[in-house]
């Protein structure tokens, strides 16, 4: 019996852990303007710039804010909001690609 509880409950915790906020990572593309944003743990490609993460700030979910760096425009600052549909990135929707 113990060892069919056991079984259980990890089971339903294995369960648990794959559900839930999954993050914002992947490639998104805004369908109005044609536009590709891929945004990964360690890199954003947003247009035709590549900017590093530096940092991310998940404090604010659904609002994730990655710091970052580009060779062109110096630090800048992603403000992406995790939607239904997929991501919002100053003011446009994005769909999961």
């Given at each position: 019996?113990?060892?069919?509880?056991?079984?259980?409950?990890?089971?339903?915790?294995?369960?648990?852990?794959?559900?839930?906020?999954?993050?914002?990572?992947?490639?998104?593309?805004?369908?109005?303007?044609?536009?590709?944003?891929?945004?990964?743990?360690?890199?954003?490609?947003?247009?035709?710039?590549v900017?590093?993460?530096?940092?991310?700030d998940?404090?604010?979910?659904?609002?994730?804010?990655?710091?970052?760096?580009?060779?062109?425009?110096?630090?800048?600052?992603?403000?992406?909001?995790?939607?239904k549909?997929?991501?919002?990135?100053?003011?446009?929707?994005?769909?999961?690609?």
């Amino acid at each position: 019996m113990k060892k069919l509880l056991a079984v259980c409950v990890i089971g339903l915790a294995s369960f648990l852990t794959g559900c839930g906020d999954d993050g914002i990572y992947g490639s998104y593309v805004n369908k109005q303007y044609g536009v590709r944003l891929d945004v990964q743990k360690d890199v954003i490609k947003f247009r035709d710039g590549v900017f590093t993460v530096k940092e991310w700030d998940e404090s604010k979910k659904p609002v994730y804010i990655a710091r970052t760096q580009n060779k062109d425009l110096g630090s800048w600052t992603f403000k992406i909001e995790k939607v239904k549909q997929g991501v919002v990135y100053q003011g446009a929707v994005f769909e999961k690609d």
